[in-house]
């Protein structure tokens, strides 16, 4: 057998075929890379999995789900905490609910929601979405919060600030934007919002090992949460994402997220008009925001477009990307908070593609 074959077979789905010596040096290459930053320590753990044409084109745990007791990660079974990567799959569920007439993307928060404080200014569904509303950001603190609040609940830290500007003329980027959509989406159906994603989303496209993060509650397979200083990794303070679920509350496998990024490479999905609406990005003046409605909407640096989202929370980074233009889906979930290897995990997805950043 081809030494390079064999060097590679452990981590390929068992039934690939192996395209040509120009694909085979971009996977080695990306290989290569990822396992340096397990040998350099920039990262505990880390979790791939990409899909090409509707089937799995490389899959690989690197690293430890937990470094005291040495558990590998699986990428198929280590759970992580997925950030804004939960935008998307919140978004998909506000478009369930677009869809059947119960939210107007372009009515008035208000409408749903009269028991949040008036401001200066209305402002939509749509502009929250788009984080164009207006809302502020995280303040000291509050990115790590660890308080037993409901989304409702929630509400006491935001909700009497003003806002930044008028709405639909700036864009700030704010979980607490999300952290609204999910409270009218309760308001709409009558039900948590947790409920009604695994109703209209997890159930439907197969996420078995997606979940709502509640303290307390054992989730089999669930990383160790780390950070990092010059010291190294250490445990990561304790959180309670449950008030921003919607926003970067959800844990998952990175099979998972792969497998929902496929949902979105279905032909059909291209002619549906609330969907494109959410992977449309905004304009705003004369510049677009690349952000859709709850996705990331832009080009890489070799100007291929892609949407999906990058995560960054208290112990979990990750990044999701779905290139239409080549039918792929990219997985790649880390169990540290910011670890700062961005650059690499995009020259590991363009090795993977094909093309080298050069």
């Known amino acids: 057998m081809n030494p390079i074959l064999k060097y590679l077979q452990h981590f390929f789905a068992s039934k690939r075929v192996i395209g040509g010596d120009v694909e085979l040096s971009g996977m080695v290459r990306a290989d290569t890379l990822l396992k340096k930053l397990i040998d350099e320590k920039r990262v505990p753990g880390l979790a791939i999995s990409v899909r090409k044409h509707n089937k799995i084109y490389f899959q690989k745990g690197y690293g430890f789900?937990?470094?005291?007791?040495?558990?590998?990660?699986?990428?198929?079974?280590?759970?992580?905490?997925?950030?804004?990567?939960?935008?998307?799959?919140?978004?998909?569920?506000?478009?369930?609910?677009?869809?059947?007439g119960q939210i107007d993307l372009d009515a008035s928060f208000y409408d749903y929601v009269p028991y949040f404080p008036r401001k200066k200014h209305d402002f939509t569904i749509r502009q929250l979405a788009g984080h164009t509303a207006?809302?502020?950001?995280?303040?000291?603190?509050?990115?790590?919060?660890?308080?037993?609040?409901?989304?409702r609940g929630s509400l006491v830290l935001f909700q009497e600030d003003e806002l930044l500007f008028v709405?639909?003329?700036?864009?700030?980027?704010?979980?607490?934007?999300?952290?609204?959509?999910?409270?009218?989406?309760?308001?709409?159906?009558?039900?948590?919002?947790?409920?009604?994603?695994?109703?209209?989303?997890?159930?439907?496209?197969?996420?078995?090992?997606?979940y709502a993060e509640v303290p307390g509650e054992t989730v089999p397979n669930k990383v160790a949460f780390y950070s990092k200083d010059k010291c190294g990794f250490r445990k990561a303070i304790t959180v309670d994402n449950r008030y921003k679920l919607a926003g970067g509350g959800y844990l998952?496998?990175?099979?998972?997220?792969?497998?929902?990024?496929?949902?979105?490479?279905?032909?059909?999905?291209?002619?549906?008009?609330?969907?494109?609406?959410?992977?449309t990005a905004a304009i705003i003046g004369d510049n677009s925001t690349y952000y859709g409605l709850g996705w990331q909407v832009s080009k890489d640096k070799l100007g291929r477009s892609y949407?999906?989202?990058?995560?960054?929370?208290?112990?979990?980074?990750?990044?999701?990307?779905?290139?239409?233009?080549?039918?792929?889906?990219f997985a790649i979930l880390i169990n540290c908070t910011n670890p700062g290897v961005q650059?690499?995990?995009?020259?590991?997805?363009?090795?993977?593609?094909?093309?080298?950043?050069?």
Request: aromatic share 12%.
């Open 134 to 151: 207006g809302i502020r950001g995280y303040r000291g603190a509050e990115y790590g919060l660890n308080q037993p609040l409901g989304i």
């Open 167 to 210: 709405p639909g003329t700036q864009y700030l980027y704010t979980s607490y934007d999300w952290v609204l959509i999910s409270l009218a989406i309760e308001e709409v159906s009558g039900i948590p919002f947790a409920n009604y994603v695994r109703d209209k989303v997890l159930k439907p496209y197969g996420l078995k090992n997606t």
């Open 252 to 279: 998952s496998t990175a099979v998972d997220i792969a497998r929902f990024g496929q949902v979105f490479l279905d032909a059909t999905l291209w002619e549906d008009p609330v969907q494109a609406q959410f992977l």
């Open 65 to 100: 789900a937990d470094l005291e007791q040495k558990l590998p990660i699986d990428p198929q079974r280590s759970i992580f905490r997925v950030a804004s990567v939960s935008k998307p799959i919140a978004a998909t569920a506000l478009a369930a609910m677009v869809a059947d």
């Open 307 to 329: 949407f999906g989202h990058v995560g960054n929370g208290v112990g979990g980074y990750a990044v999701f990307y779905v290139y239409p233009e080549t039918d792929m889906v």
């Open 343 to 358: 650059d690499v995990l995009e020259e590991v997805i363009s090795l993977l593609i094909g093309e080298d950043v050069g």
